[in-house]
């Protein structure tokens, strides 16, 4: 089984820009498609993108062209690099497989980021 720790977040203004960090445990790291998702205060978590094994990407549409996600298989880490942030992007990030299952993978702590001026 996987697990994930997140890093990366903070306080940031809007227009900012901040990278998060996925890294995860596990010698078949490689072999899973990885989601970022967020919580915002309030609301139900969502996926706001995902890459599979092979290196393609889908993004949520709020966070297309704003939002790039990529992976370092070798450090068995994720990364989410965000651009051009919103007060709308404040949440808790998460990082999880894609498709997940509420049995099999865990939630980690997450990491907070606040956008706000």
């Known amino acids: 089984q996987v697990q994930f720790v997140e890093s990366g977040g903070g306080l940031v203004q809007p227009g900012g820009s901040l990278r998060l960090s996925c890294a995860a445990s596990g010698s078949i790291f490689s072999l899973y498609a990885i989601g970022w998702y967020r919580q915002a205060p309030g609301k139900q978590r969502e996926l706001v993108a995902r890459?599979?094994?092979?290196?393609?990407?889908n993004y949520a549409q709020s966070v297309k062209g704003r939002f790039t996600i990529s992976r370092d298989n070798t450090k068995n880490t994720v990364y989410l690099q965000m651009n051009s942030l919103k007060p709308e992007d404040t949440a808790v990030y998460y990082c999880?497989?894609?498709?997940?299952?509420?049995?099999?993978?865990?939630w980690g702590q997450g990491t907070l980021v606040t956008v706000s001026s």
């Open positions: 999880n497989p894609y498709p997940r299952s509420d049995t099999l993978n865990a």
């Open positions: 890459i599979n094994s092979g290196g393609s990407t």
